[in-house]
């Protein structure tokens, strides 16, 4: 099975550096020097790491056979693809690969349905599950311990607790106006 790993930015320096946009948990393990990685658009692979450090927060990697800057920046948007075992679990009890997400039926604490995960969109500040509903609309939920309190492989579904707004239109909206209007 095939997993994301990361996505090339921009080339960092003049020997053929860039910088990468992490999407694994585990990248000392996905990214490693000697990892050998396919890649989307796959005309672009299969690329070879050869060196990778932290600059400023950032993950640096060079691959064999990129040299210099401008075979580096022919690489912007790559995406860099592991070959991963089907039945291979995340290291900690609570993460989880994309994989093992999608298609799980999302119903709230109480049992109410509310669809199946289609998407997982990963952000900046915390990933998103893509929900489709059962009339055919999209919700998104974040996935974060406080909305989504249960993951049940076993039982394919993924419960939450949705805050009023998320999944209908009962969002409550509270200003300072509203308090001084009451006060």
Same mark, same amino acid.
């Not at 064999?64 to 800057?69: A, S």
């Not at 509903?133 to 607790?161: K, N, W, Y």
């Given at each position: 099975?095939?997993?994301?790993?990361?996505?090339?930015?921009?080339?960092?320096?003049?020997?053929?550096?860039?910088?990468?946009?992490?999407?694994?948990? +585990?990248? +000392?393990?996905?990214? &490693?020097?000697?990892?050998? %990685? &396919?890649?989307?658009?796959?005309?672009?692979?299969?690329?070879?790491? +050869?060196?990778?450090?932290?600059? !400023?927060?950032?993950?640096? %990697?060079?691959?064999?056979?990129?040299? $210099?800057?401008?075979?580096?920046?022919?690489?912007?948007?790559?995406?860099?693809?592991?070959?991963?075992?089907?039945?291979?679990?995340?290291?900690?009890?609570?993460?989880?690969?994309?994989?093992?997400?999608?298609?799980? $039926?999302?119903?709230?604490?109480?049992?109410?349905?509310?669809?199946?995960?289609?998407?997982? !969109?990963?952000?900046? !500040?915390? $990933?998103?599950?893509?929900?489709?509903?059962?009339?055919?609309?999209?919700?998104?939920?974040?996935?974060?311990?406080?909305?989504?309190?249960?993951? $049940?492989?076993?039982?394919?579904?993924?419960?939450?607790?949705?805050?009023?707004?998320?999944?209908?239109?009962?969002?409550?909206?509270? !200003? &300072?106006?509203?308090?001084?209007?009451?006060?």
């Amino acid at each position: 099975m095939q997993l994301v790993v990361a996505r090339i930015g921009r080339a960092h320096g003049i020997q053929g550096e860039v910088t990468v946009e992490v999407r694994t948990d +585990e990248p +000392e393990l996905r990214l &490693a020097p000697g990892a050998v %990685l &396919a890649t989307d658009p796959a005309a672009t692979g299969p690329l070879t790491i +050869e060196t990778g450090r932290v600059h !400023s927060g950032r993950l640096l %990697l060079r691959f064999e056979g990129v040299k $210099d800057r401008t075979a580096a920046e022919a690489l912007r948007n790559t995406l860099l693809i592991a070959e991963v075992d089907p039945d291979e679990l995340p290291e900690e009890e609570d993460e989880y690969y994309d994989h093992q997400l999608m298609d799980l $039926d999302v119903v709230t604490a109480d049992g109410i349905e509310v669809g199946r995960i289609t998407e997982i !969109s990963h952000l900046p !500040s915390q $990933d998103l599950f893509i929900v489709e509903r059962p009339d055919g609309s999209e919700v998104m939920i974040p996935f974060v311990e406080a909305i989504v309190t249960e993951i $049940d492989l076993e039982e394919q579904r993924a419960v939450i607790t949705p805050p009023p707004g998320l999944i209908d239109d009962n969002a409550e909206i509270a !200003s &300072a106006r509203d308090a001084e209007a009451e006060g």
